[in-house]
């Protein structure tokens, strides 16, 4: 069991999917509002979608933390939980008497997840931070966007998403860790750690050369062909490595001369001329329709693919094969999609199943129900 003590995106992303591989998890809400995500808009009715698709499949009980009772009902929660996982700002689970260590001393078995800006520890541990603060802060933005335009925003969550996954991952191993020593574990995850990670080879070309990466748009840092191109109606991306695909590539579009060019003969080269590069292939792009090419390039073996929007690919027979969509009810009367966890254990594979979001304390009756008659059933033992 999972106790979620988590709001807006980070935690419960972190616990949405531990729930989709198959834990209870119940979501403590502060009592009336609740999560502030809940008015996240579009509003539909009373409802969030966005809470919804964040939230689908989870248990909710409202409790006020400074109440005796309601905190007693905490502690009962917790003595039966594996997992307690948080994303308020350092210090604030000190403050309601609920720290690391006191936890660890009272719940020796409980793996305690605390998600937040920049972690339990260092200068910056207390300062506040959302998304677009972490990416700004890790570098992300100054990689991201045209070489000639501005930083810019990856145009998803994905610091509060990154760290969400990164913690599940780290929760995981520390109830396997579990299984071996009988203890549960402190895990720390910083939304700018977990920024900086991902920044994949762009912090090792800055240590390795001491040159500082910039934007490049589309394409690859350090690979070329591998970009966006324009055809006459749209755009695509072709993907080449090493010299092998961009042979295909080149003869599959009618231009076996590129191959001994001396400007592209090398992967080396291609990098030293990317815009000549791409000046030549768009040119070859632009006088046919994106599906022409697709059809050309693909039949050659090279990776390539339309630039979708949201609208297509949310009709893609190949999610839909894969089952990635979950049916999102509310009891206001409609319905939406929402994204399954990509994670697939394939022994247990089955449909998505209709699912739908708590409201405020809406398990809270059946939860005190079920740890009174725990608190029978241990005094009768």
Same mark, same amino acid.
């Given at each position: 069991?999972?106790?979620? =003590?988590?709001?807006?995106?980070?935690?419960?992303?972190?616990?949405? $999917?531990?729930?989709?591989?198959?834990?209870?998890?119940?979501?403590?809400?502060?009592?009336?509002?609740?999560?502030?995500?809940?008015?996240?808009?579009?509003?539909?009715?009373?409802?969030?979608? +966005?809470?919804?698709?964040?939230?689908?499949?989870?248990?909710?009980?409202?409790?006020?933390?400074?109440?005796?009772?309601?905190?007693?009902?905490?502690?009962?929660?917790?003595?039966?939980?594996?997992?307690?996982?948080? /994303?308020?700002?350092? @210090?604030?689970?000190?403050?309601?008497?609920?720290?690391?260590?006191?936890?660890?001393?009272? +719940?020796? %078995?409980?793996?305690?997840?605390?998600?937040?800006? &920049?972690? %339990?520890?260092?200068?910056?541990?207390?300062?506040?931070?959302? *998304?677009?603060?972490?990416?700004? $802060?890790?570098?992300?933005?100054?990689?991201?966007? %045209?070489?000639?335009?501005?930083?810019?925003?990856? @145009?998803?969550?994905?610091?509060?998403?990154?760290?969400?996954?990164?913690?599940?991952?780290?929760?995981?191993?520390?109830? /396997?860790?579990?299984?071996?020593?009988?203890?549960?574990?402190?895990?720390?995850?910083?939304?700018?750690?977990? %920024?900086?990670?991902?920044?994949?080879?762009?912090? =090792?070309?800055?240590?390795?050369?001491?040159?500082?990466? @910039?934007?490049?748009?589309?394409?690859?840092?350090?690979?070329?062909? &591998?970009?966006?191109?324009?055809?006459?109606?749209?755009?695509?991306?072709?993907? #080449?490595?090493?010299?092998?695909?961009?042979?295909?590539?080149?003869?599959?579009?009618?231009?076996?001369? $590129?191959? *001994?060019?001396?400007?592209?003969?090398?992967?080396?080269?291609?990098?030293? /001329?990317?815009?000549? =590069?791409?000046?030549? $292939?768009?040119?070859?792009?632009?006088?046919?329709?994106?599906?022409?090419?697709?059809?050309?390039?693909?039949?050659? @073996?090279?990776?390539?693919?339309?630039?979708?929007?949201?609208?297509?690919?949310? /009709?893609?027979?190949?999610?839909?094969?894969?089952?990635?969509?979950?049916?999102?009810?509310?009891?206001?009367?409609?319905?939406?999609?929402?994204?399954?966890?990509?994670?697939?254990?394939?022994?247990?594979?089955?449909?998505?199943?209709?699912?739908?979001?708590?409201?405020?304390?809406?398990?809270?009756?059946?939860?005190?129900?079920?740890?009174?008659?725990?608190?029978?059933?241990? #005094?009768?033992?």
């Amino acid at each position: 069991m999972v106790v979620d =003590m988590t709001r807006f995106l980070s935690g419960p992303y972190c616990t949405l $999917l531990l729930s989709d591989l198959g834990a209870r998890v119940i979501k403590i809400e502060s009592p009336g509002k609740g999560d502030e995500s809940r008015y996240v808009p579009p509003i539909v009715g009373s409802d969030s979608p +966005y809470f919804m698709s964040i939230n689908r499949g989870k248990e909710s009980i409202a409790l006020d933390l400074k109440n005796d009772e309601h905190r007693a009902l905490l502690d009962e929660l917790l003595e039966g939980a594996d997992v307690l996982v948080e /994303n308020f700002r350092p @210090g604030t689970m000190e403050k309601l008497g609920l720290s690391a260590e006191v936890l660890a001393e009272r +719940y020796p %078995q409980l793996v305690f997840a605390s998600i937040s800006g &920049f972690g %339990q520890t260092g200068p910056w541990r207390s300062l506040p931070a959302y *998304d677009l603060v972490v990416q700004a $802060l890790s570098g992300l933005m100054s990689v991201n966007g %045209q070489a000639d335009g501005p930083p810019t925003r990856v @145009g998803t969550s994905i610091g509060d998403l990154g760290a969400g996954v990164y913690a599940a991952l780290s929760i995981v191993s520390a109830i /396997n860790e579990r299984h071996r020593t009988g203890k549960g574990g402190r895990v720390d995850v910083a939304m700018l750690d977990c %920024q900086v990670a991902l920044l994949e080879s762009h912090f =090792m070309r800055y240590d390795v050369t001491g040159e500082i990466p @910039g934007r490049v748009g589309s394409r690859h840092p350090l690979i070329v062909p &591998f970009d966006a191109f324009r055809c006459a109606d749209s755009y695509m991306v072709v993907c #080449t490595v090493g010299d092998g695909l961009y042979a295909r590539l080149v003869k599959a579009i009618g231009r076996p001369d $590129l191959i *001994d060019d001396p400007r592209f003969s090398t992967p080396a080269n291609r990098l030293d /001329n990317e815009a000549s =590069m791409k000046a030549e $292939l768009e040119g070859i792009f632009l006088s046919k329709d994106r599906d022409y090419w697709l059809e050309v390039i693909g039949a050659a @073996g090279i990776p390539c693919g339309p630039i979708n929007s949201i609208a297509e690919i949310a /009709n893609s027979p190949q999610l839909d094969a894969r089952n990635l969509f979950v049916e999102v009810d509310s009891d206001s009367g409609y319905s939406f999609r929402a994204v399954r966890s990509p994670v697939r254990q394939l022994s247990k594979e089955e449909s998505a199943k209709v699912q739908r979001a708590p409201h405020v304390d809406e398990h809270g009756p059946a939860i005190r129900e079920e740890l009174a008659a725990q608190r029978v059933a241990s #005094t009768d033992a």
